[in-house]
């Protein structure tokens, strides 16, 4: 049953290359100048055959293969019967659910103003924001974590001014920042910095004071003991807050764009929903999709670099 799982991924990709092949498109469909989505199925169906054929060599391939078959097998069976219930029956509104033909050819043909210029206005805003948003976080939830004056004046200000979701502050920012791309940054930096100051501090008011009494005992001093004692104590807790400032980035960058960033790809989504151009919004969508799961990897690599010492201590 094992070895006959890693072949359902390439006979899945063949029976939606059969079903795109042998049934005739409805006319309520419009049509396309080439069969994008037929191109991207029989490349999947030749790559994942390759796989299961060659993963007998390499256990670790194997391993993997038998592992996301059942996924990427289900993933290409609910792509051919979104083709069936668009391009071939046409079971669902042509203008507000495009075939998949037309969200691939603008993913192709679009790529330039789409990818480049939309997505490095938008990675530009997201960075610049959460770069700040999380170094402010860090500093702050450091402080209040190692001091009783600074929790004093930060905590009020957290429990007050941290719960309000950061795009409620857009009315305020709009007057108040000189330009959108400076207001749309510190929206960002604000949703970024109430999860990872709250995690931050309570990372560090988890850790032992065993540790400290020690690193006390040897000759540390309190400097010694925030950066070599409390900080990587505390990352567990230090990552949570980031994977969740992340979440709120991408939300805060969004909502932004579509309200007064002049470029992005909030802002080209919004922008083809009032043209009724689905396909291109659908596309937005995949290019956001595929941007925060390319974040949220990195996001873990670092982290399973960083905390390479839990390994075998806690499930992972």
């Known amino acids: 049953m094992t070895k006959l799982r890693v072949w359902w991924p390439p006979l899945s990709a063949l029976a939606a290359v059969a079903v795109d092949l042998w049934l005739s498109n409805s006319s309520r469909q419009p049509s396309v100048r080439h069969p994008f989505l037929l191109y991207c199925l029989l490349a999947a169906a030749a790559a994942l055959g390759l796989l299961a054929a060659f993963g007998r060599r390499c256990p670790r391939l194997a391993a993997w293969l038998e592992n996301k078959a059942v996924f990427y097998g289900t993933a290409l069976l609910a792509l051919n019967t979104y083709n069936l219930a668009t391009k071939k029956l046409a079971l669902l509104p042509a203008i507000f659910f495009p075939a998949p033909d037309r969200v691939i050819g603008v993913l192709a043909l679009d790529w330039r103003y789409l990818l480049f210029d939309c997505l490095w206005s938008s990675a530009k805003l997201l960075f ?3 770069l700040a948003g999380a170094a402010a976080g860090l500093v702050t939830g450091v402080a209040v974590g190692f001091s009783k004056r600074a929790g004093y004046w930060v905590n009020p200000l957290i429990r007050t001014i941290g719960p309000i979701p950061s795009t409620a502050w857009i009315p305020i920012v709009l007057v ?17 910095w109430f999860p990872t100051t709250v995690m931050t501090s309570s ?5 032992q004071n065993a540790f400290f009494e020690v690193s006390s005992t040897l000759g540390a001093d309190r400097r010694y003991q925030i950066f070599h004692v409390g900080i990587p104590a505390a990352m567990p807790f230090i990552f949570i807050g980031l994977f969740t400032g992340s979440c709120s980035s991408f939300i805060t960058l969004m ?18 929903r009032e043209m009724l151009s689905y396909a291109n919004v659908y596309a937005g969508l995949i290019i956001v999709a595929a941007s925060f799961f390319v974040l949220i990897t990195l996001l873990f690599k670092l982290r399973d670099y960083v905390l390479v010492w839990q390994k075998g201590v806690i499930k992972w």
């Open 255 to 272: 909502t932004a764009e579509m309200l007064g960033v002049k470029n992005g790809i909030g802002w080209y989504i919004n922008w083809q």
């Open 128 to 130: 610049s924001g959460f």
């Open 203 to 207: 990372g560090i008011a988890n850790v």
């Open 176 to 192: 108040a920042f000189p330009t959108t791309f400076l207001g749309g940054a510190f929206l960002i930096a604000l949703a970024v």
